[in-house]
């Protein structure tokens, strides 16, 4: 079992930059894919970003490959998404997710964090 817990997330004008963290929990995060997903109110939970288990092999949603990026280190369990260039429209609450395989599709995911809310004003 693993756990996830993100970090900082808030409130950013157009343009800025944030950087989000996912501490995980246990002794098997280096074996799982990890992914960041966010929703917007009324909108279903959508693929951002996720990285391979040894950090190898990355993949973006196109709305964000020359904005976003995603790193992990294994030695700190952790992932990292950094965001620059904030748009309103990457208003969202940010989740991090483990799983065995790199795939877009979150019902593929086995471990959630509970999110950060991430808002960018205009």
């Known amino acids: 079992q693993a756990q996830l817990a993100e970090s900082g997330g808030g409130l950013v004008q157009a343009g800025g930059s944030l950087r989000l963290s996912c501490a995980a929990s246990?002794?098997?995060?280096?074996?799982?894919?990890m992914a960041w997903f966010r929703q917007a109110p009324g909108k279903e939970r959508e693929f951002v970003a996720g990285i391979s288990s040894n950090g190898d092999f990355t993949v973006r949603r196109d709305s964000v490959k020359d904005r976003f990026t995603i790193a992990r280190d294994n030695a700190k369990n952790t992932v990292y998404l950094q965001m620059n260039s904030l748009e309103p429209g990457d208003t969202a609450v940010y989740y991090c997710a483990g799983g065995d395989v790199l795939v877009t599709d979150p019902s593929r995911y086995r471990y959630w964090g509970q999110g950060t809310q991430v808002t960018v004003s205009s």
């Open positions: 246990g002794r098997t995060f280096g074996t799982y894919a």
